[in-house]
């Protein structure tokens, strides 16, 4: 009998090493599979059928997501920055709430000495804050965070926190 049950867990774990993760996700795609019949197709749309479906108020959606950064000057991660620059540039995925925003230390000497207040461009996405940049310097700063939200779209949803960090040249 115990020769039997060695031979049965020998057997299962070759087979599982065999089979590895095709087998696995074979068996679960094999049970996920929708036993019952079909019954009939959706009609599909006609070409030039341009009609917005109805949407559920909880399905996601460009509206109702928050906004998140799409790109940032300079460039998260970049390591040679120049230190004429004189500006951070964000831009978001949507439009923002103008005079709402989040620039938020990630410690008081990663945070770069401001020359003015941040501003919205015309855009209503890309928000500026006027810097002056030291050579040779980590900054990193949080565009929203844990403790802070403020930059918002104009329906309220607050942006999903973004660590910029970058290095200026020596």
């Not at 006609?46 to 950064?69: C, H, I, L, Q, R």
């Not at 920055?81 to 949507?94: A, F, G, L, M, Q």
């Not at 003015?116 to 804050?129: A, I, Q």
């Not at 929203?144 to 918002?152: C, D, I, P, T, V």
Request: proline residues 10%; hydrophobic residues 35%.
């Amino acid at each position: 009998m115990m020769t039997w049950t060695k031979v049965k867990i020998a057997a299962a774990v070759v087979a599982a090493v065999t089979l590895g993760a095709t087998g696995t996700v074979s068996v679960k795609n094999a049970l996920a599979a929708d036993p019952a019949p079909r019954t009939t197709a959706k009609p599909m749309a006609a070409p030039g059928d341009t009609k917005p479906k109805p949407k559920d108020a909880t399905s996601p959606s460009f509206e109702n997501a928050p906004p998140v950064v799409v790109k940032t000057v300079p460039q998260a991660g970049d390591t040679d920055v120049d230190t004429s620059t004189t500006e951070i540039r964000v831009t978001y995925s949507k439009d923002m709430l103008d005079g709402s925003w989040s620039w938020s230390t990630w410690g008081q000497e990663l945070y770069p000495k401001t020359t003015g207040k941040p501003h919205y461009e015309p855009d209503k996405r890309t928000c500026v804050l006027p810097v002056k940049l030291e050579p040779g310097h980590t900054y990193a700063i949080w565009l929203n965070s844990q403790n802070f939200g403020n930059f918002r779209d104009p329906d309220g949803h607050s942006a999903v926190p973004y660590l910029l960090i970058f290095e200026t040249k020596k």
